[in-house]
């Protein structure tokens, strides 16, 4: 079973953010996978190394588009992604110098990154539709919005 699944309710309105954050969903559930599983080391390893370096590819990308509308909330928004970054490098550390592969972090990060995308990202939805990007945020919404299922 997934540790976190995605659902529109995570959407930012801005498609390739929702993409990344997708990735990031399914690369946090890998990495629970392989230690529920027991999978060795370099394989956990890894996958933790990936889940580091494209939360970093990730923000950069949010932070550049953040700061190409003057989002009046980037550096409060930088502060919360460097906390993360440091807990991720963290448990990489740990796991490197020998630690176990704790499965009670990836608890606190699924409750950390729900928190951020849902309460923090979701935030500047409304900041993008009027200062920057309204087509993407409006495009995102109404195919969301507008998606019915054939599935009876």
Do not use: C
Not at 56 to 78: F, G, I, S
Not at 115 to 132: K, S
């Amino acid at each position: 079973m997934a540790l976190l699944q995605w659902n529109e309710k995570f959407s930012v309105g801005v498609r390739s953010i929702d993409e990344q954050h997708k990735v990031l969903i399914e690369t946090l559930n890998e990495l629970h996978h392989a230690i529920m599983k027991s999978e060795p080391r370099s394989s956990t390893r890894s996958l933790a190394a990936s889940l580091l370096a494209y939360t970093r590819n990730h923000y950069v990308a949010e932070e550049q588009m953040l700061a190409n509308t003057d989002y009046p909330e980037l550096k409060q928004h930088q502060a919360l992604h460097r906390e993360l970054l440091q807990m991720l490098q963290g448990y990489l550390a740990s796991f490197e110098r020998g630690g176990a592969a704790n499965v009670d972090f990836l608890y606190v990060l699924r409750a950390w990154l729900t928190n951020h995308i849902l309460n923090v990202d979701g935030g500047y939805r409304a900041w993008l539709a009027e200062h920057g990007l309204p087509s993407l945020v409006a495009a995102a919404h109404s195919h969301t919005a507008g998606h019915t299922s054939n599935v009876s």
